[in-house]
Nanobody
Framework: QVQLVESGGGLVQAGGSLRLSCLASARIFNSYAMGWFRQAPGKEREFVAA????????YSADSRKGRFTISRDYAKNTVYLQMNSLKPEDTAVYYC????????????WGQGTLVTVSA
């Protein structure tokens, strides 16, 4: 049973913006902290941003602060990742995940959505 479904990836030029969405089941969304991770070709998966269950606490990787913003919509059971000023090095598969706390561990994962940033 798929519990996290990402969408919103695609091809964008450098300097552009994308907003990724992660639709979660109500059970998951109302119980877990949510996070975004990414994995570029040939690289390890890395943390991007996370938001607490209450939405009151957010964390972003230092290199993405100011460009990426995570948020959650309780009416839609959806977590968003707004990405601005995209760079070619942001090209990766982006994964949504659910965990007990923003620090993890992340127990549930989506299938990923591909973001490609052209120079």
């Amino acid at each position: 049973q798929v519990q996290l479904v990402e969408s919103g990836g695609g091809l964008v030029q450098a300097g552009g913006s994308l907003r990724l969405s992660c639709l979660a089941s109500a059970r998951i969304f109302n119980s877990y902290a949510m996070g975004w991770f990414r994995q570029a070709p040939g690289k390890e998966r890395e943390f991007v941003a996370a938001i607490s269950w209450s939405g009151g606490t957010t964390y972003s990787a230092d290199s993405r602060k100011g460009r990426f913003t995570i948020s959650r919509d309780y009416a839609k059971n959806t977590v968003y990742l707004q990405m601005n000023s995209l760079k070619p090095e942001d090209t990766a598969v982006y994964y949504c995940a659910a965990g007990g706390t923003v620090q993890g561990p992340y127990e549930l994962w989506g299938q990923g959505t591909l973001v490609t940033v052209s120079a």
